[in-house]
């Protein structure tokens, strides 16, 4: 009995092997070839890529990079099935805070020299001058999609415990309907102190690990730079610039809750509320990337980060695809893929409450603020379009 089992544990392992052989080799022209790509492509690597997705990049990636892309804070922290460590707040209202986990030991590679930058493709680059911070760019852009729902020409990545009708989010029809009566959007800033990578002669006085309760230059002022462009549309909005998480990171997400809903019985008329973040992507040794457009390096990337364990996200989900489809028309990399977490980021305020991150710890103030227009340009082309009436 024993030797059939050998037999067909070898055939499996045969058979494993086989298929990683084929993946490593794929593309290639020759049988060298062939054999340097098996040489250089690790089964570990390879899995890493298929489960993340594709990442564009002038050179490969270490292993420990990957995965702490695949892993994003904001995204770990929302496993609310797990027990939290002791420094985590008590989870009150089932929302878990970001912070960082400790990606897997690695060396960092050696980084090329920047390259030189295009000039930016758009008008909303305006008074901004991107000069270089020294961060490594990466951008992810997924072209394998078995890992990912399809909501038409958007990419969800759905972590959660609910089931997804893509067909149904990308129908278009949210339920939070733009009214010109009153104050229609709230912007505001759980994590307002987190803050980016200065270029030389730019520095920030920190209050943390990439944090600063300067509000002229972490995210409360990309949120200032998105009111001003809803503004340019006739669209009224509301700014709420303290910072939630100072000096209590732990009550962040507590203090923007009572926050939002202090507004909203003040504004009965707000439908759409903006948490604007910025993500934070490191390796082993803490040292940062920044994620940026194929279109234009100079232009950070967005996600939206989609939390699902509230009743009625699907609205928020709909709208979420719809802001996505109308930006992805022009820049087709600007956002990330969309990931559904089963948590609720206080997203069951309003049918119209998204949580929004400009940018990573690596991208510069300018990157995420050319980002943060980009972004507003398509959320108030796509809300205005859906307008009542």
Not at 38 to 61: N, T
């Amino acid at each position: 009995m024993k030797h059939p089992i050998f037999r067909r544990a070898a055939a499996l392992v045969m058979a494993l092997l086989t298929l990683w052989a084929v993946a490593a080799t794929v593309g290639s022209q020759s049988l060298p070839e062939a054999l340097d790509s098996i040489r250089s492509d690790a089964l570990p690597r390879q899995l890493v890529r298929w489960e993340l997705g594709d990442l564009f990049s002038p050179r490969s990636l270490s292993l420990a990079t990957l995965m702490t892309l695949y892993q994003s804070p904001i995204l770990l922290s929302a496993q609310a099935d797990l027990p939290a460590p002791a420094h985590e707040h008590d989870d009150r209202r089932d929302i878990p805070d970001d912070t960082p986990a400790s990606p897997p030991e690695s060396q960092p590679e050696t980084q090329p020299e920047p390259a030189a930058r295009p000039a930016p493709l758009s008008e909303l680059a305006e008074g901004l001058t991107f000069a270089d911070n020294g961060v490594h760019a990466e951008t992810v852009n997924p072209t394998n999609t078995s890992n990912y729902a399809v909501a038409g020409d958007v990419l969800i990545r759905n972590r959660s415990e609910r089931d997804l009708d893509a067909a149904a989010m990308a129908s278009g029809d949210f339920a939070a309907r733009y009214s010109s009566e009153g104050p229609q959007v709230l912007i505001l800033h759980t994590h307002g102190s987190e803050a980016y990578s200065m270029p030389p002669g730019q520095e920030y006085t920190p209050t943390g690990s990439y944090r600063t309760d300067d509000t002229n230059v972490n995210v409360v002022r990309v949120g200032d730079e998105i009111a001003a462009v809803l503004s340019t549309y006739g669209i009224s909005v509301l700014h709420d610039r303290t910072l939630h998480d100072v000096p209590s990171y732990n009550d962040a997400y507590y203090n923007s809750y009572d926050a939002a809903v202090a507004y909203r019985e003040k504004y009965p008329s707000l439908v759409y509320i903006l948490d604007i973040h910025r993500d934070a992507v490191s390796d082993a040794d803490g040292n940062q990337y920044k994620l940026v457009t194929l279109e234009d390096p100079n232009a950070a990337q967005v996600s939206f980060i989609m939390g699902v364990k509230q009743e009625g996200w699907e609205e928020n989900m709909k709208l979420a695809v719809a802001v996505q489809h109308t930006i992805q028309q022009s820049f087709p990399t600007l956002m990330r893929p969309i990931s559904m977490v089963y948590a609720n980021y206080n997203q069951g305020i309003t049918p119209g409450t998204l949580l929004v991150e400009i940018g990573a710890a690596g991208n510069s103030l300018d990157e995420a603020i050319y980002a943060g227009r980009l972004f507003a340009k398509g959320f108030a082309e796509t809300i205005l379009a859906g307008r009542e009436g």
